[in-house]
């Protein structure tokens, strides 16, 4: 949730090379990545609509409520944690395995990421998501427009919330639509509610942390970055694949899986702090500087107070009470002048080595090996 939620979207689903005719492996892994997204949005409008349509015969307005939720879940994204749960399973089961059984639990995932958003947005009293407006303001903005009574803001919020909460609901209902055993539907329903119960986890430290920044440490931003993006995003989603490939715990892949999913998914968090400070709103679909404003502790901003000389340290002490952009702009400025950035920098460079590292010796499906090397990758050179 948090930054996370906002700038996982941008993660590409396959390595960021393109396919050539003389690589074709990466002409597979393109083509995997097209029929997975094509097929993962199908699933879910299908299922969406016939969701929305029981809710409108109870009522216009409560149809209108699940389209508009509808509508959230379905107006953009890469798919990332159904991409991670796919390679997840496809890395066991190989290449030539259908993916329709399983598509409804991977599909699921997207459902129980925008819930996270969607909460998120409200918690974090954002403006802005992928360059629009937020659901809880867009909400806000229509009972203005409608005249009705009371204050739109605490309308467009309570409405938000009711939302995320339909979508995790709705995630339970598709997850239970996968044509797997039972008795591997509940071991990935246990994986699924260990990633809910750790991204609550992850979110309630990310809250906590606004609150008491004074107090915080690397150590325990990096216990946010493990639980709020690593668990959610990349290492839960690949243990759900496994999961879904009937794969028991003791497996050798599990350990692999656990390894990558944690690197990969913390130097995904340090990309998103330094987003969170330096990153293009055209691109991000954020306001520039956002943490700043807020004065999260975030790994580059506690770094950046250790390096500060004390001339620095006093304007990163503003971090959370300033809000025009020059002064954003002069803040962020001076984070890159304490070394901080290129700490962080160091710190992803280090974790995808590691990733790299844990699929060397994994026993894997060749094309999720190149699939997985290929998003570690591609974790290190976001925009958004």
């Not at 992850?202 to 709020?228: H, I, M, N, P």
Request: aromatic letters at 4%.
């Amino acid at each position: 949730m948090a930054n996370d939620a906002v700038a996982a979207d941008a993660l590409p689903v396959v390595p960021a090379q393109p396919a050539r005719d003389s690589d074709p492996v990466g002409a597979v892994l393109a083509a995997h990545a097209r029929d997975l997204v094509t097929a993962l949005d199908d699933t879910l409008a299908a299922f969406l609509a016939a969701e929305v349509a029981t809710l409108t015969e109870i009522d216009a307005a409560i149809g209108d409520f699940a389209t508009t939720t509808r509508d959230a879940v379905l107006c953009g994204g890469k798919r990332i944690r159904p991409t991670f749960a796919h390679w997840g399973w496809r890395g066991l089961v190989g290449v030539a395995e259908p993916l329709p059984p399983v598509l409804p639990a991977l599909a699921a995932l997207e459902l129980l990421h925008t819930f996270a958003l969607v909460h998120d947005d409200v918690m974090d009293e954002a403006a802005t998501r992928r360059g629009r407006p937020t659901l809880h303001v867009a909400l806000a903005a229509r009972h203005a427009a409608a005249g009705r009574r009371g204050d739109p803001r605490r309308f467009g919020e309570s409405v938000a919330v009711l939302a995320g909460d339909l979508c995790l609901v709705w995630a339970d209902r598709l997850m239970a639509h996968a044509s797997v055993p039972a008795t591997r539907l509940f071991e990935v329903r246990r994986c699924y509610d260990q990633m809910r119960v750790e991204t609550v986890a992850g979110q309630f430290l990310d809250v906590l942390g606004e609150s008491e920044a004074t107090g915080w440490s690397v150590d325990r931003a990096l216990r946010v970055a493990r639980y709020k993006t690593a668990s959610y995003t990349v290492q839960r989603p690949l243990l759900f694949g496994a999961a879904l490939a009937g794969v028991t715990a003791d497996a050798p892949q599990i350990a692999a899986y656990t390894r990558y999913g944690l690197a990969v998914g913390e130097a995904f968090q340090l990309c998103d702090d330094l987003l969170g400070v330096r990153g293009d709103p055209a691109t991000t679909g954020k306001p520039a500087g956002d943490d700043l404003r807020s004065g999260k502790p975030t790994v580059l901003l506690l770094l950046a107070r250790q390096l500060a000389t004390p001339a620095q340290r006093r304007a990163l002490d503003r971090a959370g009470a300033v809000a025009g952009d020059r002064e954003i702009a002069a803040l962020a400025e001076v984070v890159e002048l304490t070394g901080a950035v290129a700490r962080v920098r160091r710190m992803i460079d280090d974790r995808v080595a590691e990733a790299l590292a844990a699929l060397d010796g994994a026993e894997l499906d060749p094309t999720t090996r190149a699939a997985l090397a290929g998003l570690a990758t591609a974790a290190t050179d976001r925009r958004a």
